[in-house]
């Protein structure tokens, strides 16, 4: 199986901060990557698809990239819409695995 | 409007046995691969298993938690998902989401219904 190791578990920011959070694959996954924010009480959304794909409807101030076996998520100015709880997800071979997790909290 | 509504969640002893259900509509049920990802109180989601759609065979996939105790099955006649879940153990305890192909281009999430595994 394919271990995805995310960092930080937690991140403590302030609103206009900018913030990166990363996810390494134990092997090589392509860009076969998404990155997905949850917040409490609800389903999870995905931001971003193939690595540094923005689904529809997603701010610019999201960004994703990498290959292989690292990648990054990148928010360019945090809003007070963004503290949630953020996990990558490789679909690169099965079974699909995902990160543990990165919650995002105002300072 | 895409929309997945969970069913059949509730409370059951360690050993036993819960089917889930996922009602699906506005889009062609068919078409798609479904996946279930579970959620335990607190922790992490953790992909449970997916189905293909019938000209992939319908065939499944599942994480190696549950493979051999659950089993995903689809009705396109009724755009119903299933998961039978068999022999369950406490940490099972999750709740539970369907999801429109968590690998296509764009995924749709249920609301999630809550396993509670206990005695």
């Known amino acids: 199986d394919i271990q995805m190791t995310q960092s930080p578990s937690f991140l403590s920011a302030s609103v206009g901060d900018r913030v990166t959070i990363t996810c390494r694959a134990s092997q090589g996954i392509r860009v076969d990557l998404g990155w997905y924010q949850q917040k409490p009480g609800k389903a999870p959304t995905r931001l971003i698809y193939a690595t540094s794909n923005l689904q529809s409807g997603v701010p610019s101030r999201f960004s994703g990239s990498g290959s292989g076996t690292e990648f990054t998520l990148t928010i360019s100015s945090l809003q007070p819409e963004d503290f949630a709880t953020y996990y990558c997800l490789q679909h690169y071979s099965y079974p699909i695995t995902l990160g543990q997790g990165t919650r995002l909290e105002i300072k | 409007e895409v929309l997945l509504v969970e069913s059949g969640g509730g409370l059951v002893q360690p050993g036993g046995s819960l089917r889930l259900s996922c009602a699906a509509s506005?889009?062609?049920?068919?078409?798609?691969?479904m996946d279930w990802v579970r959620q335990a109180p607190g922790k992490g989601l953790e992909w449970v298993g997916r189905i293909r759609n019938k000209p992939n065979s319908y065939t499944t996939e599942y994480a190696a938690s549950v493979k051999g105790r659950f089993t995903i099955s689809r009705d396109d006649s009724s755009n119903s998902l299933f998961l039978q879940m068999n022999s369950l153990k406490t940490e099972d305890t999750a709740v539970y989401y369907c999801?429109?192909?968590?690998?296509?281009?764009?995924?749709?999430w249920g609301q999630g219904t809550l396993v509670t595994v206990s005695s």
């Open positions: 506005a889009f062609i049920f068919s078409d798609y691969y």
């Open positions: 999801v429109r192909d968590l690998t296509g281009r764009t995924d749709y």
